[in-house]
């Protein structure tokens, strides 16, 4: 798992974005479970077409990459930082999963 300087809070990112702070919100999750539910404007990235679709993450302004819980936007934030050398991306620690308790309690769970 990354350290903490390598995540957000769903908290934290929460209150980024009602201050209209300019986040890139990339799902790596697959496209059924984004379907289910995903944080309104995210973009679906799913995991596996991250290293054809790279390009699609901004290289500038920060980035939140978001899963399940946790464990695959941490793969992926591993690759965009150690393979690609981007510096704007951050893990959304606990995933939607966190954002349902820590944020809005009327967020689809699963």
Do not use: K
């Not at 946790?70 to 150690?82: D, I």
Request: glycine share 8%; net charge negative.
């Amino acid at each position: 798992m990354p350290n903490n300087s390598l995540e957000i809070s769903p908290e934290d990112l929460h209150a980024r974005l009602q201050t209209g702070e300019d986040w890139q919100l990339v799902d790596v999750r697959e496209a059924m479970e984004f379907d289910y539910c995903h944080l309104p404007g995210s973009v679906l990235l799913p995991l596996d077409e991250l290293p054809r679709r790279a390009a699609e993450i901004r290289t500038e302004g920060p980035v939140a990459v978001i899963c399940h819980h946790g464990v695959r936007s941490a793969q992926a934030l591993g690759y965009l930082r150690q393979r690609l050398g981007r510096t704007n991306v951050l893990n959304l620690r606990g995933g939607v999963a966190a954002w349902a308790d820590q944020v809005d309690p009327t967020f689809p769970r699963y």
